[in-house]
Nanobody, 122 residues
Framework: QVQLVESGGGLVQAGGSLRLSCAAS????????MGWFRQAPGKEREFVAS????????YYTDSVKGRFTISRDNAENTLYLQMSSLKPEDTAVYYC???????????????WGQGTQVTVSP
C-alpha cells in the first residue's frame, strides 16, 4: 500500500505562488493516477486537478485552469501542484490522493495524504 505525505503549504499574499509536493512511499507512484483536492472551512472537499499514471493527461477544475499545474516525477515518487496567481478563495487544506483515477470524484481515489494548509491573504 502507498503512503502519501504533502508539503509546501503556507501563507502567501494574493497574486503569489506556492508549489505543493506529495511524496509517496511504500509502493511506486507510477502504479496510480493521482489527484489534488482541497477543503475550505465549512465546505465540502472539492476536486482541484488530476493526472494519469504516465503524466500525459491532466485535468483541472475550471476555477484553477491557467493558474495551477499538476505534474509528477515517477522516478522521484513525487506529485506536484504549482499554484500561481493565488486568490483568497484558494485558501483551503490541500490533499493529494492516489487511485485508479484520474477523474474528479473522491471515489476514484483510495489513498489520501494528511493535507497541507494553504492560506492566501488579500
Amino acid at each position: 500500500q502507498v503512503q502519501l505525505v504533502e508539503s509546501g503549504g503556507g501563507l502567501v499574499q494574493a497574486g503569489g505562488s506556492l508549489r505543493l509536493s506529495c511524496a509517496a512511499s511504500g509502493r511506486t507512484l507510477r502504479s496510480y493516477a493521482m489527484g489534488w483536492f482541497r477543503q475550505a472551512p465549512g465546505k465540502e472537499r472539492e476536486f482541484v486537478a488530476s493526472i494519469n499514471r504516465s503524466g500525459t493527461n491532466t485535468y483541472y477544475t475550471d476555477s484553477v485552469k491557467g493558474r495551477f499545474t499538476i505534474s509528477r516525477d515517477n522516478a522521484e515518487n513525487t506529485l506536484y501542484l504549482q499554484m500561481s496567481s493565488l486568490k483568497p478563495e484558494d485558501t483551503a487544506v490541500y490533499y493529494c490522493a492516489a487511485g485508479p483515477g484520474p477523474g474528479w470524484s473522491d471515489y476514484e481515489y483510495h489513498t489520501w495524504g494528511q493535507g497541507t494548509q494553504v492560506t492566501v491573504s488579500p
